[in-house]
């Protein structure tokens, strides 16, 4: 147990609909990085935040943001969603300073 | 373009022999390397680092090498156990543009280790 959680662990949409993903980092980690990952891809930098900061964003198109809460907490929203949306959506985290990320059990969301 | 490259989709493996996965980049800002675990419906497990400063890593079965002029790096498991059957990812990073230390991952190797 890496000590990261995500929420929901499944999720099944349609297309055009909008979703919610939760992250929960371990507990002092500031940095929250969220990545996709799809069936031909390997996995796919999203964007990071630190302390509720945006501090880089990856190949996240623009139907796609993010957010990260006081109490550091993290939401990735993803809207107007298209079938190729599906994939697994990882969250992981990391201490400052630190290069190591600490990986949640990620998202599985399927768009019919 | 792909920076961080494995190019073997899977590999098998005997229990007791060394398993030895490969992983090459093109980015030589890339000052940080990682290798990954994952196992089906979960997330990737931290395995070990490298910092470019240094050329091998070990921790226990598992050493990393790097050889930065050959943009090279190796994970060796000795001696392979079937609990080490899993999908390996090698993966990348650093402090340039606005990278703020996201990792760049390779598609990954799918190792087998039969008893």
């Known amino acids: 147990d890496s000590g990261v959680t995500q929420t929901p662990k499944h999720l099944i949409t349609a297309t055009g609909q909008r979703v919610t993903l939760r992250c929960s980092p371990r507990?002092?980690?500031?940095?929250v990085y969220w990545y996709q990952q799809s069936l031909d891809q390997g996995l796919q930098f999203l964007i990071h935040y630190y302390n509720g900061e945006e501090r880089a964003k990856g190949n996240i198109l623009e139907r796609f943001s993010a957010q990260q809460f006081p109490d550091l907490h993290s939401e990735l929203n993803l809207s107007s969603l298209e079938l190729g949306d599906s994939a697994l959506y990882f969250c992981?985290?990391?201490?400052?300073?630190?290069?190591?990320?600490?990986f949640g059990p990620g998202t599985r969301l399927t768009v019919l | 373009d792909q920076q961080v490259k494995q190019n073997s989709p899977s590999l098998s493996v005997q229990e007791g022999r060394i398993s030895i996965l490969n992983c090459d980049y093109t980015n030589s800002m890339f000052d940080y390397f990682l290798w990954y675990k994952k196992y089906p419906a979960e997330g990737p497990t931290f395995l070990i680092s490298i910092s470019s400063i240094k050329d091998k890593n070990e921790d226990g079965r598992f050493t990393v090498f790097l050889n930065k002029s050959a943009k090279h790096l190796s994970l060796h498991i000795v001696p392979s156990q079937p609990g080490d059957s899993a999908v390996y990812f090698c993966?990348?990073?650093?402090?340039?543009?606005?990278?703020?230390?996201?990792?760049?991952f390779g598609k990954g190797t799918k190792l087998s280790v039969k008893p």
């Open positions: 992981a985290s990391s201490v400052q300073g630190y290069n190591e990320q600490f």
């Open positions: 993966a990348a990073s650093g402090n340039y543009g606005g990278s703020q230390g996201n990792l760049i």
């Open positions: 507990s002092g980690d500031l940095s």
